[in-house]
């Protein structure tokens, strides 16, 4: 359970990054509160795309993986967090991705801000 909460702490932080340097990634609220809640949620439904879509996405394009040496990992990062931009439309959360270049740059800032907090924050492991 600690495990989850650093990971979704890591990924609030990561998104508010990227909504904060892309131009094309809003996140959006009433006042402070109602934002800091909505990027919680937006977080929350990032990892719940992660564990859920994000396996299958890369096990039907393992081949595109081996042919680009791994940069395609890029472009499914991108489409995750664009997919997550589209479901938090279908809940009412104010979190939008306009394109697949803000998906790509925010998922680029997304994966390394990610990877900083994580090396940062104790996992409990």
């Known amino acids: 359970m600690k495990n989850f909460t650093f990971q979704t702490v890591a990924n609030a932080v990561a998104i508010a990054v990227a909504a904060w340097l892309v131009g094309g990634i809003e996140l959006t609220g009433d ?13 929350l439904l990032f990892g719940l795309v992660n564990w859920l879509v994000k396996p299958v ?21 991108a489409l995750m967090l664009w997919l997550t931009s589209w479901l938090s439309d279908q809940a009412g959360l104010t979190f939008h991705v306009d394109g697949f270049w803000a998906a790509f740059w925010g ?7 990610s990877w ?3 090396v940062v924050l104790p996992d409990g492991d």
């Open 107 to 113: 998922a680029l800032i997304v994966s390394v801000v």
């Open 57 to 77: 996405v890369g096990l039907l394009s393992l081949p595109l993986f081996i042919l680009t040496l791994g940069l395609f990992t890029l472009v499914v990062n």
């Open 31 to 43: 006042d402070t509160w109602d934002t800091v809640l909505t990027l919680v949620l937006v977080a």
């Open 116 to 118: 900083a907090v994580n």
